[in-house]
T-cell receptor
Framework: GIQVEQSPPDLILQEGANSTLRCNFS?????LQWFHQNPWGQLINLFY???GTKQNGRLSATTVATERYSLLYISSSQTTDSGVYFC??????????FGSGTKLNVKP | GAGVSQSPSNKVTEKGKDVELRCDPI?????LYWYRQSLGQGLEFLIY????????KSGLPSDRFSAERTGGSVSTLTIQRTQQEDSAVYLC?????????????????FGEGSRLTVL
């Protein structure tokens, strides 16, 4: 299967700081999604981004498919951004392979 | 309902008992996935249903695990003779999309999960 590696595994930020999360994957994919798992366990889809760049408010993501990586940027972080961020990849919409996640703790 | 619904939200069982976990996907979604998340870990793929196609069962960890999807909607994940290592959160997701659908993005919508504890 496709190997997905996320870094860093843990990240502690002061409120207002910026951060970059990285997702590397081992094979060609045509579907890449970023998720946020809140402290209650709910997974929310942030971006569908198999290539290119997208922005949604303080969050943006870039995927360079030819180099097999994606980046998630969080600007002006807030305590509500805390949780675990997962990257998931797929080829042709069947099984999605998830990374182990980046656990983010934003301190007030 | 508006989202993916899973039940029960919590299940405590004794080793050796059978359990059934239910997933009710978003209405009209053709794809349905089951994943397992052990404490502090990532998501492990279990099974994928897409329309009337044969399911992809390649992630089921043993023959004690089975799943079915009736009428292209509700799915049930059954674990027979539960073991302590089966303790985890079982997550269900659905998607509107399939390969080749115009404008498809395969966005996954997850339920809140069923937390299984095997004593």
């Amino acid at each position: 299967g496709i190997q997905v590696e996320q870094s860093p595994p843990d990240l502690i930020l002061q409120e207002g700081a910026n951060s970059t999360l990285r997702c590397n994957f081992s094979d060609s994919v045509n579907n890449l999604q970023w998720f946020h798992q809140n402290p209650w366990g709910q997974l929310i889809n942030l971006f569908y981004i198999p290539s290119g760049t997208k922005q949604n408010g303080r969050l943006s993501a870039t995927t360079v498919a030819t180099e097999r990586y994606s980046l998630l940027y969080i600007s002006s972080s807030q305590t509500t951004d805390s949780g675990v961020y997962f990257c998931a990849v797929s080829y042709n919409f069947n099984k999605f392979y998830f990374g182990s996640g980046t656990k983010l703790n934003v301190k007030p | 309902g508006a989202g993916v619904s899973q039940s029960p939200s919590n299940k405590v069982t004794e080793k050796g008992k059978d359990v059934e976990l239910r997933c009710d996907p978003i209405s009209g979604h053709t794809a349905l996935y089951w994943y397992r998340q052990s404490l502090g870990q990532g998501l492990e793929f279990l099974i994928y249903f897409q329309g009337n196609s044969a399911p992809d069962k390649s992630g089921l960890p043993s023959d004690r695990f089975s799943a079915e999807r009736t009428g292209g909607s509700v799915s049930t994940l059954t674990i027979q003779r539960t073991q302590q290592e089966d303790s985890a959160v079982y997550l269900c997701a659905s998607s509107l999309d399939w390969p080749g659908r115009a404008g498809a993005d395969g966005e996954l919508f997850f339920g809140e999960g069923s937390r299984l504890t095997v004593l």
